[in-house]
């Protein structure tokens, strides 16, 4: 594979991190990825990323920061984030992963979370490879009728 480079993600990347979403989970629901990566829609808490080969966006990788959530000061939240099946398992989510972080350590934010499907094996073991664990947090879900 030819050399990864991670960039910062720009609005004109929303087709390919399209692509990569719907080639990732056909069934999931479509997301407007040109709203979310417009800069007047972002803010500077944000840090979204792209891996690029050979000038094709390859992976993705957005998060956001919260303060004063559930008892924590501040932290970053990884919200977003895919790399296209068929380079999976070469390092890429990885490079992307170590760019967010190098991020939210500049910005002295210590905690970075993320929320994984308790039955997505493959990303939950991807996660846990950069050193997530469980935390002290329960996630919990209502259905708004």
């Known amino acids: 594979m030819s050399q990864v480079k991670v960039r910062r993600i720009r ?4 087709p390919q991190v399209s692509r990569i979403a719907r080639a990732i989970d056909k069934a999931a629901p479509a997301i407007d990825f040109r709203r979310i990566l417009d800069p007047g829609f972002r803010t500077s808490s944000e840090a979204g990323f792209v891996a690029e080969v050979e000038g094709k966006v390859v992976g993705y990788m957005i998060g956001t920061v919260s303060s004063g959530s559930f008892g924590l000061d501040k932290c970053a939240w990884i ?3 895919g790399v296209d099946p068929k380079l999976m398992g070469q390092g890429i989510g990885k490079q992307l992963a170590e760019k967010v972080f190098e991020y939210y350590r500049k910005r002295k934010i210590k ?3 993320t929320t994984v499907k308790w039955d997505s094996t493959d990303i939950l073991s991807f996660f ?3 050193g ?3 935390s002290e947090f329960i ?3 209502k259905v708004l009728e």
């Open 11 to 14: 609005k004109e990347d929303a």
């Open 79 to 81: 919200v977003l984030f």
């Open 111 to 113: 905690n970075v979370l």
């Open 128 to 130: 846990k490879t950069l």
């Open 132 to 134: 997530f664990d469980r």
């Open 139 to 141: 996630n919990l879900h």
